[in-house]
């Protein structure tokens, strides 16, 4: 099977762990870029990285890459690639344009540039174009404009890849199931520990760890993929990879918890849709009541920022976290993801680790905190 390269996009912090999961996916010459992962594989490795990787929001294949000056030069480099290769007449097509660049503020711009080299294209060999449908394409083009560079890509995922499928309701400030996932995947755990999240709004964290510990495919509950629609798709090279054996065995315990009976209704009715009811728990309960559902484990949690709470409450919250992190969960190993640096401050705890993250356009910390019995110096001569 001939081998090209590709592009695995993700969030800011998590390039590390998506090169991680790509090598156990067998993909070759991996390098870590900003926000993104060039990796070198087959067109099986195209598929099982849309399928399975649980920190990438699409894989990409470049198809030319070309330098231009001006816009004529981006309309002339997007017309010398042979367009028949990739797009049937009859098919739809989309352009996305991710630009940082002096010569084009801006991105539709270039997208309209390269969709009319396409349609030219078309126009002139058949004196028909391909029609443009910017909600379902059958083709998408991605555009990236980085100084004189362009490089243009197919997007083999359609849709982002957080997008799993499993979700039919969500509360205020659901966290990305990318970066969940990756929070998840960063703090190693592998489904041998108990896992805990106390404020667990829509049962993110809770249902990507199930599918971590159980080996659930991310792409499991998808729909589609838009390398199904591709000329050269191959049905039964995917059906192998779709029908693969993943499953593993976990016989710990998921257990969620949250103040809000809203929340918890939205969790389990998500959890049911992913069909982990049997897997995860959850419960209506004040973190700061909560006491232990195993007696050590791991905690992984997104509590509010602060966007919508008063300043006093933002600290109150957070040390009410930390007190409770302290006195009721010794022996267990706690991370936690932030925007606000004075909740962060007011948690009391000394962090073991802390990385940098983003949720959306949020710069977080995400924290460690190992909750010793007792004080950390008797621990460390037990």
């Not at 156990?24 to 990285?49: C, D, P, Q, W």
């Amino acid at each position: 099977m001939e081998k090209f390269q590709m592009v695995a996009k993700t969030f800011a912090g998590l390039e590390g762990v998506l090169a991680s999961e790509l090598e156990l996916l067998g993909a070759e010459n991996i390098n870590e870029g900003r926000r993104a992962v060039t990796f070198e594989g087959t067109k099986e490795t195209l598929y099982k990285a849309n399928f399975c990787l649980r920190t990438a929001l699409r894989i990409l294949k470049p198809v030319a890459e070309f330098h231009v000056n001006d816009r004529d030069d981006l309309y002339a480099g997007a017309k010398e690639i042979d367009w028949s290769q990739f797009i049937e007449l009859g098919k739809t097509i989309a352009v996305d344009s991710v630009v940082s660049s002096e010569l084009f503020i801006n991105s539709m711009f270039v997208s309209l540039k390269v969709k009319d080299a396409i349609v030219d294209q078309f126009r002139e060999k058949t004196r028909k174009r391909p029609s443009v449908n910017t909600e379902d394409p059958d083709i998408r083009i991605n555009v990236h404009l980085t100084g004189n560079k362009c490089t243009v890509s197919l997007d083999s995922s359609g849709e982002s890849l957080h997008k799993r499928g499993y979700r039919v309701a969500q509360t205020e400030a659901p966290i990305n199931e990318v970066l969940g996932a990756g929070m998840i995947l960063l703090s190693g755990w592998d489904g041998k520990k108990n896992f805990l999240d106390p404020m667990c709004g829509s049962g993110t964290l809770l249902i990507e760890a199930a599918m971590i510990a159980l080996g659930i495919p991310p792409g499991m509950y998808r729909k589609s993929f838009s390398f199904e629609r591709w000329l050269d798709f191959d049905e039964e090279l995917f059906e192998e990879i779709y029908n693969a054996d993943y499953e593993k065995d976990f016989d710990g315990q998921i257990v969620g918890s949250d103040i809000s009976t809203r929340n918890v209704a939205i969790a389990r009715a998500n959890i049911k849709n992913a069909g982990l009811s049997k897997y995860i728990e959850v419960d209506t309960m004040d973190f700061a009541q909560l006491q232990p559902p195993f007696e050590n484990g791991m905690i992984v949690t997104n509590p509010p920022y602060g966007e919508r709470l008063k300043p006093f409450s933002l600290r109150a919250l957070y040390q009410m976290i930390g007190d409770s992190l302290k006195n009721n969960f010794p022996g267990f190993e706690a991370w936690m993801i932030s925007s606000s640096k004075d909740g962060l401050k007011s948690v009391g705890l000394r962090p073991a680790e802390k990385m940098t993250l983003y949720n959306g356009a949020l710069e977080c910390s995400y924290r460690c905190y190992q909750l010793y019995q007792g004080s950390k110096k008797s621990s460390k001569r037990d």
